[in-house]
């Protein structure tokens, strides 16, 4: 079972290449909490590196996953280009479990927060060049149960960037943010916010206050009506990875 975290496809994406080699169900991450997951014999985590570390609501699915010591645990992070402690953390929450991390590796890919930031991550497309020959060694390490742990090192500098206080910092600056003006109350948001976070008044949309800045209301607007770091969106950032659609994204 490949379970992962995905706000604007990247994550999916590998998933699901993972997923069709391995033959294995793909699954939310958001879903799985809620599943007996011991007789699968090899479970893949895939979400992406927020701030070099996890995004900040995924260690606690992680710990609330009900899964067998005997499976073989690996993970896979997609980044746009540093997973930073991601690895390191996950390792130690799996190990809280009595869970071993057999296998990690990490994938650079488009960094969907780059709009945050006035760049426009489309113009990151030439990432996925390096893809597939990293996928390919992905594959083969993990069809050979390989015990290796890539991009598993800690950083001082990623710990503290992870530290409460700056995440909170970090959502309060780049959460999600709807300009009521342009919101047409069209539910996209609603729908593809794997946290459940936003909802519908007065055919508004309103944000809650369990965001992991996943960004994925922001890429998904088809108004450009959320703003992220205090910028507007532009229709010509929002990015999806190019194999994911809009449908994939969205909660069943
Ligand atoms: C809030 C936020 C913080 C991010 N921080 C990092 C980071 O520290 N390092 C990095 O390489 N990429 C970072 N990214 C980029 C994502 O890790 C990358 O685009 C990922 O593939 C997105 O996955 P998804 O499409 O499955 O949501 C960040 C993205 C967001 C939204």
New binding site residues.
Partial sequence: MILY????????AIARKIAEVLDEQVMPLTEAVQQDLTSEKRIGLV??????NLPPAVPAMISGLTISPKSYVFTVV???????NCIWVLRRILCEKGIELAYSHKV??????ALAFGRN?NKQLGKFARVPARMEQIIRELQAESHTLHYSWFSLLSWLLGRPAVTRG?IHC?GPKVNPDKCTGCNTCVRVCPMENIRLTDQKAITGDHCT????CVHACPQQAFTTNGLQTRKERQYR?PDIKLKDLLRK
């Fill in positions: 975290f995905s706000g604007t496809g990247n994550s999916l979400f992406p590196s927020y701030d070099f997609t980044c746009g280009s540093m997973a930073g650079s890919v488009p960094d969907n927060s991550p970090m780049m800045v996943c960004l994925a990875h």
